[in-house]
């Protein structure tokens, strides 16, 4: 009875150390480049893998039609990839 408690210990606290490390990687920023673009009442990052709608603060519409590098945590919603965006800096190259 002894051993198998101890083993519903390890699983559980295996069980709980996959959660915080998947919680830990669904949090990390990412940082994507591609040109910013107006599609309606929406501002869109377009890069080489697809659109991103962009959320946050840090979204200046003097960007539209700039090539940008936005750094943010990316998300899927509604079938759409949507970044919260942290900062955004004009690419020049």
Not at 27 to 55: H, N
Not at 64 to 83: D, L, Q, S, Y
Request: glycine letters at 8%; zero cysteines.
């Amino acid at each position: 009875m002894k051993a198998f408690k101890k083993k519903i210990v390890t699983g559980m606290v295996a069980a709980l150390f996959m959660v915080v490390a998947t919680a830990g990687l669904a949090l990390a920023e990412d940082s994507i480049t591609g040109t910013i673009a107006e599609k309606g009442d929406v501002i869109v990052l377009d890069a080489a893998d697809g659109s991103y709608v962009l959320e946050g603060n840090d979204m200046a519409t003097d960007m539209v039609g700039k090539k940008v590098k936005v750094t943010g945590t990316v998300a899927e919603k509604e079938n759409m990839k949507v970044i919260n965006v942290v900062s955004m800096e004009e690419v020049t190259e």
